[in-house]
């Protein structure tokens, strides 16, 4: 099966906001970010998500919007976010929405 | 009926980025942005929405998720963006979501 993923200049906003308008997916949003490839698994126990068909849904979401890239390796697949892609079509917006989940962590301490 | 607005330090990104990850509702935040109170009706007309009654879940998801505020005004509600709000909380988000809207009339030119 292949994954569909936007190329750049298929990306929209508002699909880029709607998926990451989900406490879960902003999570997974912070976890990839600068820090490569990850495997679904790891950032489901990083995420202490216990089951993995919940998260089906929040990949395709994702990589359907344009957000992340995933790719098949072995029986498992690699997650990444594709920031390059993001900020080359939303200037400022990846760490605008970054640094927004900051806000929310010093209001809600 | 009184309208519930979250307090400006009761808004969380999650529902805010979920709120504008729609292709109208993105539309009415570029409306109204800049420009002060507009009633309701004037918004439908400019953005040529036909059906109010389509626009009460989306004046309901923009004001509970503290992105606009909405006032009764006689017969009519008065719309106005929480920009203040929203800068206070989240430095550069609107202004990058904003510009996003325009990257992407750009790239569907």
New interface residues.
């Given amino acids: 099966m292949t994954l569909h993923h936007p190329e750049r ?1 298929q990306i ?12 879960l997916r ?1 999570a997974v949003i912070r976890l990839l970010d600068g820090t490569g490839e990850h495997n679904c698994s790891s950032v489901l126990r990083t995420l202490s998500v216990p089951s993995k068909s919940t998260m089906t849904h929040h990949w395709r979401v994702l990589r359907e919007s344009g957000v992340i890239r995933q790719r098949p390796a072995g029986r498992e697949h690699l997650l990444s976010l594709r920031r390059e892609d993001l900020d080359a ?5 990846l ?3 970054l ?3 900051g ?2 962590d010093a ?1 809600c301490a």
Same sequence: chains 1, 2.
Avoid: F
């Avoid at 929209?12 to 406490?23: C, K, Q, W």
């Fill in positions: 200049d929209r906003i508002d699909s880029v906001l709607s998926a990451l308008g989900s406490p902003l079509r939303y200037p400022g917006l760490d605008a929405v640094s927004a989940m806000s929310d209001v």
